[in-house]
């Protein structure tokens, strides 16, 4: 079966639901796959289709990329990555133990990846958020699947009910109105299921408050429960540093308390100013923000009055943007003037919330706010303070600008070339720092995007090139280089000779192991013929 005018050939169905059916394709264009949604018109309203198409916007680890979407034969049809591992409800019901910091983990990530859904300009509610739609991949970290009942708009009484029974609020079960807050429940219920009957101490307070039958009571946000996930992962490593404390303070005398006091006020600001820095930079949380802000000294930290503003701007209805740059730039000129005074890493943290503020401003998509980003971040990279930056806080500040250059490539076709090509180079670079870090893997995937925008640039040469080279360096690490390098090769219309010593390392490597073996060897046979 073809879709799409040939475009899409479907391979075989990978599964089926209460919203339709899920199949494997192969692109005839860029020749690769696929999973491919199947939903009946009857089922979803006019605006489906322009309400999923929101969603080919997002761009988030933990969110699975939709390219495309279109209507045809009385279906709608959602083109997404075909994505690898177990969903999370056959994991938790195999026999295979998941230790309790990994699953906090886990549901961390879901609360990023809900978090951005809900931050997109328009919000995005998902309305089918459950274990089935949660995929745990290969390198053990989480990833959001099903959009199928995704809306860009609050549900209303007139609405129709989706979702699946023991995930869905009850306001979205029994009127069909659904907002962010119905998504707090679901999140609730899957995290209740992923725990299990003995929740670890203090999950079972969050599962409760998620799942509150009046909304007002849950949680606003998927950050604020990330924040308290965060505070009960990290409770045994504080229950043991007060222990100490305690045991220290048998010793203590009299003489001594003042400085005792002294030390334990400022290690208080710096926990605030941490908790300030993580609701501002990870969860977008701005009350919260401020809040802890309260108990920061600004003597000591003075470029708290900055996030504040920034704070104050961004949790307005309407933020003025051309405000919120200037004071980014008068930020700017604060952290390069007290670089010395601040340190390093206070230094970097403060350009990468700068830098993030630039991006998460340009809801419009015009490239303004990217190109600020990566002014700041370059700046920052090659200014007079580079030799403090740690590798970690380095490679970092790469990655935000290979993302941006990347993202403002997507959106403007006339500088997508360029765009990419500096990508290119700070790819090259990012690779350098996880080599000497050891993080082979992480290496490995900086090859082989860097080979896939040669692909997008129809530099084929230099992206079979840049492949050859992953597998010299890391040949038993490289399954997806592999398969993008043979696919090119075939593309290219290589000799015969050439694509059979890739496909021997391929199968040295283990690639009979992953699940697109059949479609290369498929692709390898069909090569045979049409020579």
Known sequence: MYLSDGRYRVIGELGAGGFGSVYLAEDQTLHKTWAIKRIPESLLKEAAEAELSVLTRASHPGIVRITDVFRTDGHIYIVMDHVKGMNLSKLIRSDIKIPEKTLLTWIIEICDAVSYLHGMCPPVIIRDLKPDNIMVRPDGHIILIDFGAASVSKGTPEDYVCGSKGYMAPEQLTQGRTDERSDIFSLGRV????????????????IKRCTASDPARRYRNAGQIKRDILILR???????????????????????????????????????YSQALMCFYDLKDYEDTARYLQNVPEETYPEIRYYLRISTLLSGTSSDREELWETLEEFCSFNESSASDIGPDRYIKNILCIAKTYISSDEKGEGEGYEKAEETLKKALGGGYKDKISAGYEAETVRLIINSLISEGRLNEEKKKAKYEEAIGFLSRLEQLDKDAGDSESAVRDMTDRALLYTELKEYDKALDTYAESEREYPGNTKLGYIQHILLLMRCERPRSEI?????????????????????????????KDE
């Open 234 to 272: 990290n409770l045994g490593k504080s229950a043991i540093v007060l222990i100490i404390i305690l045991v220290i303070g048998i010793f203590i005398s009299v003489n001594t308390r003042k400085e005792t006091e002294e030390i334990n006020a400022a290690a208080a600001a710096e926990q605030a």
């Open 191 to 206: 995290i209740a299921f992923a725990a299990g009957e003995k929740a670890p101490f203090g999950l079972s307070y969050i």
């Open 500 to 528: 059979d010593r890739v496909w021997d390392m391929a199968l040295d490597a283990g690639i009979t192991q992953d699940e697109d073996y059949g479609i290369v060897k498929e692709r390898m046979e069909a090569y045979d």
